[in-house]
């Protein structure tokens, strides 16, 4: 709202009367507001427009003429009024119906302050509940607002149809359908029958029916379908009047109605009369405009009547499929788009139909292998290639029938004629047909597919003549309903006879052949997790000969390692989800969930044996590698039995205690690291699945000093992993004193890496500490705060989060036994009640710490628990907190010094001004005492700083806190600043109303305040150059209009009956080159018939070019100027050094090199000497003297000419 204000007090002194009446009432209205000590709120700014609303009226001002003071009212109601709570609407809405609703009649003459009436009454309709709809003066308004939705100006009526979309699309709850839509539709039913009744007056009627339809068209689906048979009736009627678009209109909304409409909406002799009535009058093959909603109208009635009546529809199908099928001819691809659409409605109704229809389909999938070879049909080849993946999907996707054996015969004859089409040269729809192959692929299975279309890639096909089909391999690689049992009895002899072939081309030194037989081989395998989606052939399949190949390709060959892996993760998860019915699981093999829980029943009998092969290859991968062998562990060890966990369980922890003792004695020695690493990982993985004894003796190998005090930091880190994950699970009982005094003790051996995941469990244990133990909370207060420091941001954000844990667990209450805290005197050790503010006081004991480096960890630690608990603590500790951080203002230390100003910053945005407000005698001098100095940007945050405060404080207030001087003249010149951002910024918007640009933030609310400029006066240094080449248009394409057309081929003669569809083309009509077609536009000498290549200093300005495009992204980077954007969307710097002005001085001085030798090539190329067009093109020509020569003829124009002094004059009769 203040965004939208702020554009409006702009215009205080605009010469416009419209725009200046608006912003003088609102200037008023915030004078008011400032004498009455009244907060701007939306209610607030809502309420006095409707006072003065009220004054207005009463004084009978009810002009509406520009700058009067009604419309203006009306627009800032309008303004404020979507930002008002529903619920201060819903207490005046008879004070609001008692003023705005008898203004109608005078406002329709009025079109600004009709549309602001309106902007008015959609947030009131939208806020009000059910009961008080039924209001009269509300009702009243309503129908005035449905009368607008015809009205002859188009904004008005744009705004009265928005309006009512926007009510009949919010119902108040729990209603589905806003009581007020039964009303709508038989308005617009009445308004129709008055459209057909008058149609003798064709443009009026037209014209009306044109702006009726447009308010149909977003708001019919918010209508009651009870309303929908009537209206489709009408509709049909609106044709008559002999308006193309009307026509076009109304067929787009009644397929619109059909296509939405539930079973049994419509009455099916509705739908029957739709259909004659609209087949009666088919458009012309040519129509490109009427024709597309036309066909789409035709398919959506028969959908919807195929949902009312299967059985009668199938009888309409024939005659609707031959209406429609022409129009598969047409040259406009919107057309050919529509009758897809329908013509797959069409074959939808067939499928859902008894099987006794079936010879319906058979003689659909002729008609359109027949198209495939039409001369007639070759510009629609793509939408019959989508025609056919359409059917394949109605026949094997949802709604599945058993189908007749000539269908699947003629339909595998299909598929197989369009992959022969695949494979023909000249074919240029390869993508359309590989997308109708992979909708076979998924809904026939390759089983069935591959026995229609061999693969032919082994040498014996490529010598039989049979044409290869390698196309196919990548289309295995998705869902499909063929069993796992043929790819272990198809693919996988076939990829070893390729591994054969691989092997032996490696050894006869052919490389190229090896990587293709490499690269089919990995196709292949890509496939196997396809065959994995529950699969009902499991128990059969997965055999020991089949295991142990899966076994060693998971050893021996790392390239197929990732498709075995998710294969065999898929077999457990899409088994587990089908047995416990979870929807939206992916079923391609129709398996119900008996069988699937038959297959989970076997996987666990062979999970123990997996595990072990797992557990080896997880041992023998990389670190960075591990992550996908850990999921398929995860996987099986879900349905590993608990005695095989516990086994598993006790091998893993041996192998850790052998190789962590070794590490101990030794000192040395990466293996036993990297085998205790892997250890813990493979700990981590089976964490979840652990019973309560495993996870309680695992706790406390985790807990030892070896372990959390090991060298390699790879092994605290997983340490504390484990023992944080345990904690939080709350299947082991952890005592929180034992463990944290364990952990004290491991403090000296902790590597600065394993900080974040010590962190995570400190704030684990911290919700376990009973309220009766806070005196455990103080010890961690100083690692937690020295935490905030760390070079590693997620270190910090966990030290954070761990600060905060520990505040919370204060607020929550409870006792603090002083008395068992180390350090603390006998007279001071009493007892102490939990609270923020407590913990607020231990905290900011660090600021007496002896380094500047803790001070400035506690202030931050402190701005950010000020941050968190704003509305928890006292304003007594708030003061304390403010006043004790301002002397550290006065501080040397820099370090010290911007903690305190992120404080500062952070208190500005989060206190009350009335707490601020005493200090800024001392706050003032103090941060002016650092606003010139440019050291880690103090002179910037300062700015910043004053910024804000000029927000929440008026000028005078700061200003009189800055004393006289120079100190003054700081804040003089940061106000100069923000009001000439904030002219330009108005000039901008007035200039082009775009949208600003958001600001980047970090993500984290409190990075955002502490770290976030949002400067208003950033870029007011530096003026903006306004200047640049404006794109130019994108030239039209030469090509864009030339269509279809058959291509020639020289070398053989063109059946135009048959196999057209090979030589179809959409490139430009120029021939093919043919070799050494270009050699004759090269220049060439006459005598020796060589290529004459001319110079060209065209390519040094082309690297030229280059070199600016390419080096401006790396200097924005590298030079002083640049800057890096972290991982948070925070903004570092680079810093000023020495090498870098260096390296920018010497680029400036190559720079101007370049640019003076470019200027002195384009002053030699552009010197022309005087006669040149007379020069002869191939002969020498006579001796020059000076460059000129001796014999030219000149006219007398040309040599008369004076340009550049007496040396270069020559004369008209004299000597040259």
């Known amino acids: 709202m203040e965004q939208a204000l702020a554009k409006i007090r702009l215009h205080t002194s605009s010469s416009l009367p419209h725009q200046k009446t608006p912003a003088s009432l609102l200037t008023a209205l915030e004078s008011t507001f400032e004498e009455q000590s009244t907060e701007p709120s939306p209610t607030a700014y809502f309420a006095a427009l409707l006072t003065t609303l009220d004054g207005t009226l009463q004084k009978k001002e009810t002009t509406l003429n520009e700058g009067d003071v009604l419309p203006a009212e009306l627009y800032l109601l309008a303004l404020v009024a979507p930002f008002v709570s529903t619920s201060v609407i819903r207490a005046n809405l008879s004070a609001i119906l008692a003023l705005t609703s008898p203004l109608f009649p005078s406002l329709l003459n009025h079109a600004p302050p009709l549309r602001s009436q309106l902007s008015l009454y959609q947030v009131l309709l ?46 108040p709850p729990p209603l589905l359908i806003h009581p007020y839509a039964e009303r709508v539709a038989e308005w617009c039913r009445s308004a129709l029958v008055d459209i057909n009744k008058n149609a003798s007056s064709k443009s009026q009627g037209a014209e009306n029916a044109i702006h009726l339809l447009a308010f149909l068209q977003p708001t019919i689906s918010r209508f009651p379908p009870s309303s929908y048979s009537t209206l489709a009736v009408l509709l049909l009627n609106l044709p008559r009047l002999g308006n193309p678009y009307v026509s076009q209109l109304s067929y787009s909304i009644l397929s619109g109605i059909f296509s939405q409409s539930d079973d049994g909406t419509f009455d099916k002799n509705v739908i029957t009369e739709v259909l004659k009535t609209v087949m009666a009058f088919p458009p012309a093959k040519t129509d490109t405009t009427f024709a597309p909603s036309w066909i789409e109208l035709l398919g959506d009635a028969m959908a919807s009547y195929s949902a009312a009546d299967a059985s009668s529809c199938v009888g309409q199908v024939d005659s609707v499929w031959k209406t429609v099928w022409p129009f598969l001819e047409s040259s406009d691809a919107s057309v050919r788009k529509a009758t897809v659409h329908s013509l797959d409605l069409l074959t939808r109704c067939v499928v859902l139909a008894d099987a006794s229809e079936s010879s319906k389909l058979a003689d659909i999938i002729s008609q359109i292998a027949k198209a495939l070879t039409s001369l007639s049909h070759a510009p629609a080849i793509p939408d019959l290639l989508s025609l056919t993946s359409a059917i394949l999907t109605n026949l094997y996707g949802k709604g599945k029938i058993e189908t007749d054996v000539v269908v699947e015969r003629r339909l595998l004859a299909l598929v197989s004629q369009i992959g022969n089409l695949r494979t023909e040269k000249g074919f240029e729809y390869k993508e359309a047909a590989d997308g109708t192959l992979s909708t076979a692929m998924r809904m026939l299975g390759p089983e069935v597919l591959l026995d229609a279309l061999p693969l032919n890639l082994e040498p014996e096909d490529r010598q039989a003549g049979l044409e290869p089909r390698a196309f196919l391999l990548p289309l295995l690689a998705q869902p499909h309903p063929s069993p796992l049992s043929h790819f272990v009895s198809y693919f996988v002899p076939l990829s070893e006879r390729m591994f054969d072939l691989q092997q032996k081309a490696e050894t006869e030194g052919r490389q190229s052949e090896a990587k293709v037989w490499n690269v089919l081989i990995s196709q292949i395998w890509a496939g196997f997790p396809s065959y994995c989606h529950g699969t009902p052939d499991i128990k059969e399949t997965l055999n020991a000969s089949f295991s142990q190949l899966i076994s060693q390709l998971l050893y021996g060959q790392p390239e197929l390692r990732s498709p075995v892996l998710r294969g065999l993760k898929l077999i457990v998860d899409s088994n587990v989800a089908l047995a416990n019915s979870v929807p939206d699981t992916l079923n391609p093999a129709g398996i119900t969930s008996e069988q699937a829980t038959l297959n989970v029943t076997f996987l666990q009998t062979q999970a123990e044996s997996w595990e072990a092969v797992l557990f080896n290859v997880f041992g023998s991968v990389g670190r960075d590698t591990r992550g996908q062998v850990g999921e398929v562990i995860t996987s099986w060890a879900g349905i590993t039995s608990e005695q095989e966990i516990h086994k598993a369980f006790l091998k893993v922890v041996d192998l850790l205690k052998q190789n962590i003792g070794k590490i101990a004695l030794d000192n040395q020695g990466s293996n036993e690291e990297n085998i205790a690493i892997t250890a813990l990982d493979l700990l981590l993985l089976l964490l979840s699945y652990l019973s309560s004894t495993d996870m309680a003796a695992l706790f406390q190998i985790c807990l030892s000093s070896e372990v959390l005090c090991a060298k390699d930091n790879a092994i605290q880190k997983r340490a504390y992993k484990i023992l944080t994950k345990l904690t939080e699970s709350g299947k082991t009982a952890v005592d929180p004193e034992a463990v944290l005094k364990e952990l004290d003790e491991a403090s000296e051996g902790l590597t600065s890496a394993a900080k974040k995941d010590r962190f995570n469990l400190y704030t684990a244990l911290i919700l376990l500490i009973p ?131 992120g404080y500062i910053k952070l208190s500005i945005h989060t206190y009350p001004p009335n707490l601020i407000q005493p200090h800024l005698k001392e706050l003032v001098p103090a941060l002016l005492t650092w606003s010139h100095d440019h050291k880690n940007h103090f002179k910037s945050k300062v700015r910043h700083i004053f910024e804000r405060l000029l927000r929440r404080f008026s000028w005078d207030e700061v200003y009189s806190a800055a004393g006289e001087g120079e100190a003054s003249k700081v804040l003089v010149n940061i106000k100069k600043r923000k009001e000439r951002a904030k002219r330009r910024k108005a000039n901008k918007e007035e200039d082009d109303e775009e949208v600003s640009k958001v600001k980047p933030t970090a993500g984290d609310a409190f990075e955002d305040i502490l770290y976030g400029s949002e400067s208003e006066v950033d870029a007011s240094d530096d003026e903006e150059g306004t200047g640049g080449n404006r794109s130019k248009p994108r030239a039209k394409d030469k090509n864009q209009a030339q269509g279809m057309r058959l291509r020639a081929d020289d070398d053989e003669p063109m059946d135009l009956l048959q196999g057209v569809a090979s030589r179809i083309t959409t490139a430009s009509t120029n021939r093919r080159r043919k070799p050494g077609q270009d050699a004759t536009h090269f220049k060439t000498d006459e005598d020796t018939g060589k290529m004459v290549i001319d110079e060209s200093d065209d390519e040094d300005d082309a690297q030229a070019a280059n070199d600016v495009s390419g080096t401006a992204y790396r200097e924005s980077i590298t030079s002083v100027d640049g800057y890096t954007r972290g991982p948070n969307g925070r903004i570092k710097f680079n810093k000023d050094t020495k090498k870098r002005r260096r390296d920018n001085e010497d680029l400036d001085m190559m720079d101007v090199d370049e640019n003076e030798q470019s200027q002195s090539k384009q002053k030699r190329r552009t010197s022309v000497n005087l006669g040149h067009e007379f020069k002869a093109k191939r002969a020498g020509g006579d001796v020059k003297k000076g460059g000129v020569d001796p014999y030219a003829y000149l006219t007398l124009s040309q040599a008369s000419k004076k340009s550049g002094g007496r040396k270069n004059r020559i004369g008209v009769a004299s000597k040259r």
Do not use: C, W
């Open 126 to 171: 939208v806020s009000i509940d059910r009961p008080k709809l039924e209001t009269h003066g509300l009702r009243q308004s309503f129908a005035s607002i449905l009368q607008l939705t015809t009205d002859p100006r188009p904004k008005v009526r744009k705004k009265a149809t928005e309006v009512v979309k926007d009510v009949l699309s919010r119902p």
């Open 771 to 901: 309220s009766s133990a806070m005196h455990l909370i103080p010890p961690l207060i100083p690692e937690a705060v020295l935490g905030t420091k760390e070079t590693s941001d997620k270190a910090r954000n966990a030290a954070f989060e761990f600060i905060i844990a520990m505040g919370q667990k204060m607020s929550k209450g409870g006792i603090v036994r002083r008395d068992m805290l180390e350090g603390m005197d006998d007279d001071s050790a009493v007892e102490a009640t939990a609270t923020i503010d407590e913990y607020l006081t231990m905290v900011a004991g660090g600021l007496a710490g002896s380094t500047p480096h803790m001070i400035s960890a506690t202030i931050t630690a402190i701005s950010r628990l000020v941050f968190e608990f704003k509305d928890s603590l006292t304003n007594t500790m708030k003061n304390e907190i403010f006043t004790t951080l301002l002397v550290f203002l006065s501080s040397a230390n820099r370090e010290i010094v911007k903690s305190v100003l």
